[in-house]
């Protein structure tokens, strides 16, 4: 069975992850930092999905701080985490193996957060 406790401070950990990594975005990297980043892993239109990324992790980074529908808003950071792993950490050297396993790690807890709230919210 799923520890409340344990998922209360998961949740708060991934709420307070994905908001802060927001914030750093948005104040300390800028826009055109962000930007920048994505162009080097090639994505169309950089600026429109620098914005798309750093609202998200804001936005979301709060939803899931509030518990608010956790079973819909853990999917847009699990995506996230996803494109981090294999754009941004793909293990091309041992170096980037951790970071690589890092953000699946992190990905599969919006999954299993997102998992459990679909089944506690059917139950209900």
């Known amino acids: 069975m ?6 209360k401070i998961n949740r708060i950990l991934l709420g ?4 802060g990594a927001g914030l750093v975005k ?5 826009s ?3 930007t920048g980043m994505l162009s080097g892993f090639g994505f ?3 600026t429109f999905f620098a914005w798309v990324l ?14 608010w529908r956790l079973q819909y808003t853990v999917w ?12 941004a950490s793909w293990p091309s050297d041992w170096d980037k193996l951790s970071q690589f396993l890092m953000h699946l790690v992190i990905a599969s807890n919006y999954f ?9 919210s059917k139950s209900k």
């Open 2 to 7: 799923f520890n409340k406790n344990a998922g």
């Open 16 to 19: 307070l992850l994905m908001l």
């Open 26 to 30: 948005l104040f300390v990297f800028k």
């Open 32 to 34: 055109a930092g962000v």
């Open 44 to 46: 169309p239109a950089p």
């Open 54 to 67: 750093i609202l998200s992790e804001i936005v979301f980074g709060i939803a899931i701080l509030l518990k």
């Open 76 to 87: 847009p950071p699990f995506v996230i985490m996803l494109v981090a792993a294999f754009a």
């Open 112 to 120: 299993m957060l997102g998992v459990n709230h679909m089944k506690t």
